[in-house]
């Protein structure tokens, strides 16, 4: 099973910006579809964005324009980049593995808070 680990969460202000990492071990990250979710208290885990092998993207309506989700095959990475960040954006971030197969990351904390 591929092992995801997550980087990059934190505290920042309203209107900051965070980059999120998820390091995959395994060598099939490039024809994997990758994606973040986040789950806030009291919430379900919902999808934030995904990538696919070859670069194509999706995004929660809530986050368009202002998150982008990338990745480097190269090192096996998929990234978030969180801008003009709200306070509904505070949740655990979580990396997902879609296919092939079914991964977690153990997720990281994003506090947007003044």
């Known amino acids: 099973q591929v092992r995801l680990v997550e980087s990059g969460g934190g505290l920042v202000q309203p209107g900051g910006s965070l980059r999120l990492s998820c390091a995959a071990s395994?060598?099939?990250?490039?024809?994997?579809?990758m994606g973040w979710y986040r789950q806030a208290p009291g919430k379900q885990r919902e999808l934030v964005a995904t990538?696919?092998?070859?670069?194509?993207?999706n995004y929660a309506d809530s986050v368009k324009g202002r998150f982008t989700i990338s990745r480097d095959n190269a090192k096996n990475t998929v990234y978030l980049q969180m801008n003009s960040l709200k306070p509904e954006d505070m949740a655990v971030y979580y990396c997902h593995l879609l296919r092939p197969g079914d991964s977690w990351g153990q997720g990281t904390q994003v506090t947007v808070s003044s």
């Open positions: 395994g060598n099939i990250f490039s024809i994997a579809v």
């Open positions: 990538i696919t092998g070859i670069g194509i993207t």
